[in-house]
């Protein structure tokens, strides 16, 4: 039996409810200044269709579900505090979950683990994930069986059986958390497996792509343990996304990483500058990534040398073709 002592009492007080949302990775619509509404994430929730069932009060430090699936698991009870939440996220019991909260955000070290991520055209959202410094990912203790490279999403998103093959991308059509989605298993800096992204078939599907509870992915730099291995003359290239990565990769500049989103943690930026001495950052040419290109070049150039690879306005690296990459890519 465990012998750490918990205060209840304190981690209600010192944790709010959006500083554990942001670790799950649960993004809500602010409705006004104390209220946020979305689709529930808990895994009590059923099959309806509704997005807007549950809501959380920031200010009261609570959150209810309406939906009736989640009702009848919780025998009438709509809702509950941040120790009930992290309890049915986790399906462990509140003393447990008490323990993981004081581990995540009071004896940490790091306050900066419960800071919010934000950009011009998410301020109306809680942002997956933290500022980058909290707890290393665990590695798995599973693989994903039945992934099947060849998949007609995968063709139409330009990439090869081959390079799906290398990537150990594909469709899986088991159960769980990923089904139905096309895969994306992620890796270390050591190449251990951490955790696998989900992305739609459907562009129209909420979320377009799913990650598991309690994943960081601003400790992790997507596809790095490939460019360790391989020629680095060149230098990383830098990207945003999952498919930007593999396009580019597929185009012959293999040391490429994703950083999984238009920001760059510290964690990240450590890990670039461990591990190579040259970078080309190419983001979407897009708001998101126009706005955060400056930032993440300024910040990288203090310490490796950086250039500029520029990205076709309303373009993503990954809707380019081979010849396109090529042309803004060589001679960088």
């Not at 200010?59 to 809702?79: D, F, I, P, T």
């Not at 070290?109 to 933290?130: H, K, L, Q, Y």
């Not at 800096?189 to 979320?207: H, K, M, S």
């Not at 990205?311 to 073709?321: F, N, R």
Request: hydrophobic residues 40%.
């Amino acid at each position: 039996m465990s012998t750490i002592w918990v205060s209840y009492q304190e981690v209600k007080a010192a944790v709010s409810l959006e500083m554990v949302l942001r670790r799950y990775g649960v993004a809500l619509r602010r409705v006004n200044k104390t209220y946020l509404r979305g689709k529930c994430p808990l895994p009590t929730h059923g099959p309806e269709t509704s997005k807007e069932s549950f809501g959380a009060h920031t200010e009261k430090n609570a959150w209810a579900c309406q939906s009736q699936s989640c009702l009848e698991a919780r025998g009438g009870r709509k809702g509950g505090n941040v120790l009930d939440f992290v309890a049915l996220m986790d399906r462990c019991t509140v003393r447990d979950a008490a323990l993981k909260l004081q581990s995540w955000f009071l004896y940490s070290g790091d306050s900066r683990s419960a800071t919010a991520v934000t950009t011009p055209s998410e301020t109306n959202e809680i942002v997956t994930g933290d500022t980058g410094d909290s707890e290393a990912n665990k590695p798995l203790t599973f693989e994903l069986k039945g992934v099947a490279a060849s998949h007609p999403y995968l063709e139409a998103r330009g990439i090869t059986e081959e390079t799906a093959v290398t990537f150990a991308v594909g469709f899986f059509p088991g159960k769980g958390l990923m089904a139905g989605r096309i895969v994306i298993p992620i890796h270390n800096a050591n190449g251990e497996l951490v955790a696998y992204a989900g992305r739609a078939l459907d562009d129209n599907t909420d979320p377009r792509y799913k990650l598991p509870p309690g994943f960081n992915k601003t400790r992790e730099l997507y596809n790095l343990h490939r460019s360790l291995a391989c020629d680095q003359s060149r230098g990383v290239v830098i990207v945003e996304g999952f498919f930007d990565a593999m396009k580019v990769h597929q185009a012959g500049f293999p040391a490429v990483v994703a950083l999984m989103g238009s920001s760059l943690s510290d964690t990240q930026a450590e890990l670039i500058a461990t591990n190579f001495r040259r970078a080309i950052i190419m983001l979407d040419g897009d708001k998101a990534g126009e706005v955060a290109l400056p930032h993440i070049a300024t910040r990288l150039a203090r310490i490796i040398d950086v250039r500029i690879a520029a990205t076709p306005g309303g373009c993503q690296p990954d809707t380019l073709s081979g010849n396109q990459l090529h042309e803004i890519l060589d001679g960088l």
